[in-house]
């Protein structure tokens, strides 16, 4: 009688290829004890007789590798399998039978199915994994013929290769430059600023450190202002811009105000973004009236962004002095600070309030987006105002700023 050999067993052992796949597992726990179906527990006993020296010729490893290349098709992330391999390729022979000239076609079969079985546990038994890697690396068994790949790489720079495979990736730093970017893209041509998304995005990126926000997001705007201002943009943009550093971003700075804990403060972040911004472009008040000094449009700016602060509650008034290195040349708006609802209210009661709103929009206050909204709303509800002289001509002149009220609303509020 003819003994069947490690590789007869194998071929018998694959169903037909209708039926399911095997697992290493594939009977549900019973009883406290997870039991592997049959095909596996017959692997892992082939493996213990392997191990032991079932394999003692070069034929008896070479026969094997078509069913092996069967199985791992089949089964490309089967554990059992996996042992099975790593038994014969640790034995004594596996180097001279599997490199013998005649095995060319079968090894590049064989790597490349290795190559996805390795892959597939690397996510299930990564000592595994690792271990059929170096055994696939020793033996030189690859997923490619050799004069292919000299041809592929013919002209390509190895070293420049292995110099990029042996860089660490180092933990993303937060630059000055990127939040820059970030945000100028938002407010260039139409603006897109989005409160949500724009969380969302800073939370990724500064993972919780909410005083390191805020400080870089003022000092960007900062930046955005100074560069529109040197690369000689329109009036209009610049007033948007410097719009949005006086109404929107003490709303939004509102929203990080909270999550500021001792020893650091909301006033002390902006502070230290008040020392990096350029000097040039956003001078103090006293440097206006030096003779050797510059002057800018834009000196204003530094300290209508503070009073628009202590406006939103963001600081006390009285460090602005401190923030700003001189005495502060305006005050807070005497109509403090303004609700859309209550705006909404007044011009519905008395319609001659929207023209005296529309002339406020452009103030650096921090109430533009507040009046925006408003102005939006009763725009759309002008047919209810009844008692206003004039509707058509209010109406057009509603109709002439509807889109920078548009623009303002979407980025200021």
């Known amino acids: 009688m003819k003994l069947c050999s490690v590789a007869d067993v194998l071929a018998s052992l694959l169903p037909p290829t209708s039926e399911d796949s095997i697992s290493d597992q594939t009977l549900p726990e019973m009883e406290g004890i997870l039991r592997p179906s049959i095909e596996a527990s017959i692997l892992q006993m082939m493996t213990l007789e392997i191990g032991e020296g079932l394999l003692n010729s070069n034929q008896a490893i070479q026969v094997i590798l078509k069913p092996l290349i069967a199985w791992m098709t089949r089964y490309p992330s089967s554990r059992a399998l996996g042992f099975l391999i790593y038994a014969i390729l640790s034995s004594p022979l596996a180097h001279t039978a599997i490199g013998h000239s005649s095995m ?5 079969s064989f790597g490349r199915c290795l190559s996805i079985l390795i892959a597939q546990l690397s996510q299930t038994d990564m000592q595994l994994a690792t271990g059929l890697d170096f055994l696939q690396k020793q033996y030189d068994i690859r997923d490619d013929v050799p004069g292919q790949t000299l041809e592929l790489l013919d002209g390509v720079n190895l070293g420049a290769l292995s110099f990029r495979e042996n860089v660490m990736d180092n933990t993303p730093v937060n630059t000055r430059a990127g939040l820059y970017v970030y945000l100028n893209a938002l407010l260039y041509g139409r603006p897109l600023f989005e409160d949500l998304l724009v969380i969302d995005y800073l939370n990724a990126k500064y993972k919780g450190d909410c005083a390191t926000l805020m400080t870089d997001l003022t000092l960007a705007a900062f930046d955005i202002l100074a560069n529109a201002m040197y690369r ?6 610049i007033t948007l811009l410097r719009s949005f550093l006086v109404n929107k971003l003490p709303v939004f700075l509102n929203n990080y105000a909270a999550m500021i804990f001792e020893p650091g403060t909301v006033e002390c972040c902006i502070g ?12 103090s008040f006293s440097q206006m009236f030096d003779p050797l000094g510059t002057s800018s449009m834009l000196s204003d700016a530094r300290q209508e962004f503070l009073f628009a602060c ?13 923030l700003l ?16 609802n209550d705006l909404v209210a007044q011009c519905s009661a008395n319609p001659t309030k929207i023209e005296e709103f529309i002339g406020e929009l452009e103030n650096m206050e921090g109430n533009a987006g507040e009046i925006a909204a408003a102005l939006l709303e009763v725009s759309s509800n002008i047919s209810t105002i009844t ?3 004039d509707r058509g001509a209010l109406s057009w002149k509603l109709i002439l700023f509807l889109e920078a009220l548009c623009i303002c609303a979407h980025v200021l509020r």
Do not use: C
């Not at 060319?104 to 590049?108: D, F, N, R, S």
């Not at 202590?310 to 401190?322: D, F, G, R, T, V």
């Not at 290195?325 to 859309?340: F, H, N, T």
């Open 325 to 340: 290195g001189d005495i502060p040349m305006q005050s807070l708006p005497a109509s403090g600070r303004y609700v859309k």
């Open 272 to 283: 230290l973004a008040l020392v990096r911004v350029d000097p040039a472009a956003f001078p």
């Open 310 to 322: 202590a406006l939103h509650q963001l600081i006390p008034e009285a460090s602005i002095e401190n």
């Open 232 to 237: 000689t943009e329109s009036t209009e943009s």
């Open 104 to 108: 060319k076609a079968i090894k590049v």
């Open 387 to 389: 008692r206003y002289r």
